[in-house]
């Protein structure tokens, strides 16, 4: 198998130069766009694995890159952006961005995301697989059931689903309105408490210690995110 197709969408020839060598590093190959249409261009004849997407490009908003790419591919996008704004995150990914990441960063969080971005879409804790395991938990959404050191766990029906939305794309991120919508439905879009206390309960049941979580990760202001590869 070659190396993953890496297409970096950045106007700053700095940025482009710094992403570029860690990802090469990584083994992977690389391709550059500087604009918002030579993007366009470009993920449509090179068919990337993965787009490392600026939102902030000169021709043009980045959410609308995403969301003309997500009419035709499922590929996973990470998101970079000195936009350190909350509403601005939660756009990008409910527009189909998988994960954000602010500037500056370093190089180990930055192919720590990558890394879990390509390990789903190459398969690893992707939708299709009816068990996913991380750490001793270990999630079989045929039978329902999940289980922890071999022990099964009574989740209620909502702390399920809300683990299921996990399991279905490990690594993302959950913004509260995803997660209010598949698991409560349009009519509660606004209740973010309904949110936040039953992932409370939920980390409880899966977390050796809640208030220091390993697997559910909160996104502050934004979501959470199960980190799989803790």
């Known amino acids: 198998m070659g190396a993953a197709r890496v297409l970096m969408i950045e106007d700053e020839p700095e940025i482009r130069r710094f992403v570029r060598m860690a990802l090469e590093s990584e083994g992977l190959e690389v ?15 090179r068919r990337p694995e993965l787009v490392v997407l600026d939102l902030g490009l000169p021709d043009g908003d980045g959410l609308d890159f995403i969301r003309e790419f997500r009419g035709w591919s499922a590929a996973p996008i990470l998101v970079l952006s000195a936009r350190e704004g909350e509403e601005r995150k939660v756009q990008a990914l409910d527009a189909g961005a998988d994960d954000y990441l602010v500037k500056p960063f370093g190089v180990a ?9 390509l390990r789903r879409r190459s398969g690893g804790g992707h939708d299709s697989d009816p068990v996913l ?64 206390v039953h992932m409370a309960n939920l980390r409880k049941k899966i977390e050796a210690d809640p208030n220091r979580p390993r697997w559910l990760i909160t996104e502050a202001g934004v979501g959470y995110r199960l980190n799989p590869k803790a």
């Open 133 to 196: 395991s991380f750490g001793d938990i270990v999630v079989d959404r045929t039978l329902r059931q999940v289980s922890r050191d071999g022990q099964r766990l009574h989740l209620t029906p909502i702390e399920y689903r809300l683990l299921q939305e996990f399991c279905g794309a490990p690594g993302r991120v959950m913004t509260y309105q995803h997660l209010l919508k598949a698991v409560w439905g349009p009519d509660h879009m606004e209740d973010l408490h309904y949110v936040r």
């Open 109 to 117: 969080e930055l192919l720590a995301r990558v890394r879990v971005q």
């Open 31 to 45: 391709f550059e766009a500087g604009t918002l249409q030579r993007g366009l261009i470009d993920s449509a004849t």
